[in-house]
């Protein structure tokens, strides 16, 4: 049976490790209320001018800018968004097996990944896919200049034609205990088909059409990045608010589990000193 000395010994690491658990809970809390404001603001825009791009993709001719031109399936590049720290549950976890799975299922020993976070360059520093790009401690200070400079590199990656392909895989966040898998393609831009009910007419463009799209295109392309930043931002603080929120409950039951221990241990040596003044005293002299 272990000592009176060693369960306290014990009951003040695990309560030290609470109060650790406690404080990272705040820090997240207040770190998610920033990012989810920055996320809200900038979804409308972003899911807005996805829609505009598609309908214009869909009337506009492909040879009117790279950036519309269909490869087929070729030579493919992942983006995969992971946080630079861990310490929240699943959240990493999940990201690096949907990107394993992607490049799984896509059977492709030529696809390359280019890696935003910690995190993955540390996963896949030791596996098969070559990559291509490498962005550390974005997370840190989180700014649209980030977004600017990967956008850039995918961009140049697709119209040199390194690449036929860009796909891009990160957290969505939906609430603070939920996040989803979202696998996106983001290079070529997607040319969805005209609604029946709608007239296959083409835009008036002013200026012509070169000009505008070769503006709007790499724009489309940042915002989307920034989107996929700032969600995996939001959705990484509200893992590691839950999963700290956990870590300190288990504590808290650690705790309560040791003192009910600690508590048997000592009354179970007094009793046995009790039995052994009482047997002592019943001896004769």
Same mark, same amino acid.
């Given at each position: 049976?272990?000592?009176?000395?060693?369960?306290?010994?014990?009951? &003040?690491?695990?309560? %030290?490790?609470?109060?650790?658990?406690?404080?990272?809970?705040?820090?997240?809390?207040?770190?998610?209320?920033?990012?989810? !404001?920055?996320?809200?603001?900038?979804?409308?825009?972003? &899911?807005?001018?996805? !829609?505009?791009?598609?309908?214009?993709?869909?009337?506009?001719?492909?040879?009117?800018?790279?950036?519309?031109?269909?490869?087929?399936?070729?030579?493919?590049?992942?983006?995969?968004?992971?946080?630079?720290?861990?310490?929240?549950?699943?959240?990493?976890?999940?990201?690096?097996?949907?990107?394993?799975?992607?490049?799984?299922? $896509?059977?492709?020993?030529?696809? #390359?990944?280019?890696?935003?976070? $910690?995190?993955?360059?540390?996963?896949?520093?030791?596996?098969?896919?070559?990559?291509?790009?490498?962005?550390?401690?974005?997370?840190?200070?989180?700014?649209? %200049?980030?977004?600017?400079?990967?956008?850039? =590199?995918?961009? =140049?990656?697709?119209?040199?034609?390194?690449?036929?392909?860009?796909?891009?895989?990160?957290? +969505?966040?939906?609430?603070?205990?939920?996040? $989803?898998?979202?696998? #996106?393609?983001?290079?070529?831009? =997607?040319?969805?088909?005209?609604?029946?009910? *709608?007239?296959?007419? #083409?835009?008036?463009? +002013?200026? *012509?059409?070169? %000009?505008?799209?070769? !503006?709007?295109?790499?724009?489309?392309?940042?915002?989307?990045?920034?989107?996929?930043?700032? =969600? %995996?931002?939001?959705? *990484?603080?509200?893992?590691?608010?839950?999963?700290?929120?956990?870590?300190?409950?288990?504590?808290?039951?650690?705790? #309560?589990?040791?003192?009910?221990?600690?508590?048997?241990?000592?009354?179970?040596?007094?009793?046995? +000193?009790?039995? +052994?003044?009482?047997?002592?005293?019943?001896?004769?002299?």
């Amino acid at each position: 049976m272990p000592a009176l000395i060693d369960i306290r010994r014990r009951i &003040r690491s695990v309560r %030290s490790t609470q109060q650790i658990t406690k404080a990272m809970k705040m820090v997240s809390a207040a770190k998610l209320r920033r990012a989810q !404001e920055a996320m809200f603001a900038a979804r409308p825009y972003a &899911r807005k001018m996805l !829609e505009v791009l598609n309908s214009l993709a869909s009337r506009a001719d492909p040879e009117a800018h790279p950036l519309l031109q269909e490869r087929g399936s070729g030579k493919e590049l992942l983006v995969v968004v992971t946080a630079d720290k861990g310490l929240c549950g699943a959240f990493n976890a999940n990201i690096l097996r949907a990107a394993t799975r992607f490049l799984a299922d $896509r059977s492709r020993p030529t696809a #390359d990944v280019a890696l935003v976070g $910690r995190k993955g360059r540390d996963f896949f520093r030791r596996r098969q896919p070559r990559v291509r790009s490498e962005h550390v401690g974005v997370f840190a200070a989180l700014r649209y %200049s980030t977004a600017r400079t990967i956008a850039g =590199e995918l961009i =140049e990656a697709y119209t040199k034609g390194e690449v036929d392909e860009v796909f891009l895989v990160y957290n +969505e966040f939906k609430s603070v205990i939920q996040q $989803r898998i979202v696998v #996106d393609r983001l290079l070529p831009v =997607e040319r969805h088909g005209i609604h029946p009910h *709608e007239p296959a007419l #083409d835009y008036l463009y +002013e200026p *012509e059409p070169a %000009s505008i799209f070769a !503006e709007i295109l790499p724009k489309h392309v940042e915002v989307q990045v920034w989107r996929a930043l700032l =969600e %995996s931002a939001a959705a *990484e603080h509200g893992a590691r608010m839950a999963a700290m929120d956990a870590a300190t409950n288990n504590a808290a039951d650690m705790i #309560d589990r040791l003192t009910l221990h600690m508590n048997k241990v000592r009354q179970a040596a007094i009793t046995k +000193e009790i039995i +052994e003044v009482v047997s002592g005293a019943g001896r004769p002299a």
